[in-house]
T-cell receptor, first 109, second 112 residues
């Protein structure tokens, strides 16, 4: 079966750095996505990786290792507004997105 | 309209009733999707449409139907609602040449 694993919840301090991991086992791989979802709102796109390595976009970076079936999202200089759920999704051989359950990130002052 | 809209925002429905959730996008995206999101589970694909006139089944299609008569609209119908269909429903769209899916604000459906 297809499976996306990410921690259920993480806590970090304002101004710090946090890394949210995602491991996947899917039928085929055509890219990995990270989305942010604030409580009660729709998911919004953060990043996309299809090749191994690090993609940096401002305070957010995303890393991919296809051989290990592994990705992480790195958030720097954390702000209170970063409190949200972070969703990892993999596009499979049918070009459909398989979603993880999400990691709820709690930022403390 | 800017982006994707969904209606209604929320609904309480008696079991056995028929319900249509509406979704409209103005971005001229080819592909559209319906997901349900339940606590502790990832988004699960119900149905999708790669282009107007075509639809396909996702991971959890039973009890749901869709149509795609034109590019902009992608309604989701529950023919006879059951309590297990209580969920938050998100509609999304993407350009076939683009990677990103854009989501509507969601519909919170409660079936009693």
């Amino acid at each position: 079966g297809q499976n996306i694993d990410q921690p259920t919840e993480m806590t970090a301090t304002e101004g710090a750095i946090v890394q949210i991991n995602c491991t996947y086992q899917t039928s085929g791989f055509n890219g990995l996505f990270w989305y942010q979802q604030h409580a009660g709102e729709a998911p919004t796109f953060l990043s996309y990786n299809v090749l191994d390595g690090l993609e940096e976009k401002g305070r957010f970076s995303s890393f991919l290792s296809r051989s290990k079936g592994y990705s992480y999202l790195l958030l720097k200089e954390l702000q209170m507004k970063d409190s949200a759920s972070y969703l990892c999704a993999v596009r499979d051989s049918n070009y459909q997105l398989i979603w993880g359950a999400g990691t709820k990130l709690i930022i403390k002052p | 309209i800017a982006g994707i809209t969904q209606a209604p925002t929320s609904q309480i429905l008696a079991a056995g009733r028929r319900m249509t959730l509406r979704c409209t996008q103005d971005m001229r995206h080819n592909a559209m999707y319906w997901y349900r999101q339940d606590l502790g589970l990832g988004l699960r694909l119900i149905h999708y449409s790669n282009t107007a006139g075509t639809t396909g089944k996702g991971e959890v299609p039973d009890g749901y139907s869709v149509s795609r008569a034109n590019t902009d609209d992608f309604p989701l119908t529950l023919a006879s609602a059951v309590p297990s269909q209580t969920s938050v429903y998100f509609c999304a769209s993407s350009d076939s040449d683009n990677n990103e899916q854009f989501f509507g604000p969601g519909t919170r459906l409660t079936v009693l």
